[in-house]
């Protein structure tokens, strides 16, 4: 029996003793949350061994559409409702004509009908340890290209710092390291560190700072390196070409570079390689929905949910504005944002809707523009990756595809802080492309002229959503079990808020739970 077969076997009876809580625990204990082991989640329910039992799902998103995929292969009768018109949820990819709406504004989307000419306004990378969404991604044959999430050529930018221009990452990264290492070696040859330090110990380290900080090796100084480009020619040719100057210390020490953009790709989910699929992110909701489109009926927003003698009552809606009615189901998997789910009639217990209560989600906005122009690899050799600065618009993202083409979409804003994703939130979308415009000049001196139009997505102000992703890591006790019949489901309830990993993980936990009652039910 394979490793993972083994650990499969010991989740199911942890979950049979104690439910869909401990099966977390235990997959964290396992590591199976973490990389390289998601992949173990993958589902293997007997075929058949849902047959003559119901669930309704609540929300036609990858976490909602995961689950249904799952419980229909085994047999189960699944209803999807989803309150919107269209699946996906957050996972949202504007194309041109495509409708962008909130509950104060519609826009159109404007860009020009080209398949690289999209923004991916919700989920837009998947990391390669991602394994579960991953193996879907296999299993449908959804098309995947390296999203560049690193950029050495891309700009770190403080309004207060350098004198508010921009500088390369790479020579932010070289001259940080650069002088880093220089300290440590004078700590190590003034002997402050001798209580700690062999003499051979010593002598290596100082040879490895050599080279990590690209020190002089006859006095140990940083005075800069050619890690960090070139001051007058773009690169050494023909002739050597000058190194630029070290960046001042002091400025690098008061920038906010260091304190998480420097090292944004050292965190796990950050961690190259990432992924896209070819020609938009919902290419994966798409491949989903022709699965279990059969199932989903649309624009049908969930209005009550009642537990029953037998298992869960659900009213909704038929077409906005439309009558009413019910679904009865065995079971229920309910992954309705908790913003939107705070709000719907229910018969949870005290404890379930506190834990509702409780998840706030991220102000998150996205702008994405159309340039006439890319500027941005003509000019300055930039091929993907991602901005930053210290303005509101956070991030600006070139884009990983389309490479040397007419036209590009450059996301001019990323935001996900309270602050200025509230500022953003608040405006209407023309305000936001002249605020983001603002902010992106200081980064791409006639940034303003090269943008043919935009779109933005304010996700708080999205129907049916009212948020970006859960913030914090600890999702609540309470989801993480079901009440009665009904079992959530969502990046809510995992540790991977705001990955379509954690949505199709919470699927698998949900459908793994149903099918143990209902096999102890003697179903
Ligand atoms: N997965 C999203 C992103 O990479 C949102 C997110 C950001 C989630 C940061 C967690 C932490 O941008």
Redesign the pocket.
Known sequence: MTANATKRQFLRSVGGAAGAAAVYRAMDALGMLGPGEAQASALDLPPGSGAGKSVVVLGAGVSGMAAAYELSKAGYGCTVLEATARAGGRNLTARAGDAIEETDSRQTVCYDDADHLYANLG???IPYHHRTVLGYCREFGVDLEVFTNDNRAALFHNEGRFGGRPVAARRVMTDLRGYIAELLAKAVNREALDDVLGAEDKERILDMLVRFGALEEKDLLYKGSNRGGYRDAPNAGLLAGEANDPLDFGELLRADFWRYKLHFSH?L??NPTLFQPVGGMDAIPRAFEARVGRSIRYSSPVREIRKTSGGVRVVHADGPGGDLKAVEADFAVCAVPATVLKDIPNDFSPETRAAIEGVEF?E?VKVGFQARRRFWEEDAAIYGGISWTDRDITQIWYPSQGYHRAKGVVMGA?I?DKEPGLRFTAMSPADRLDAAVAEGERLHPGYGKEMECGVSRAWLKAPFQKG??PRGYEPPEALRRPDGAIHFAGDQVTA????QEGAVLAAHAAVDAIHRRAAGSGG
């Open positions: 989920p837009a990378r965190f989910n950050q991220v998150a990323y996900w970006g992703w991977l808020p705001g990955w």
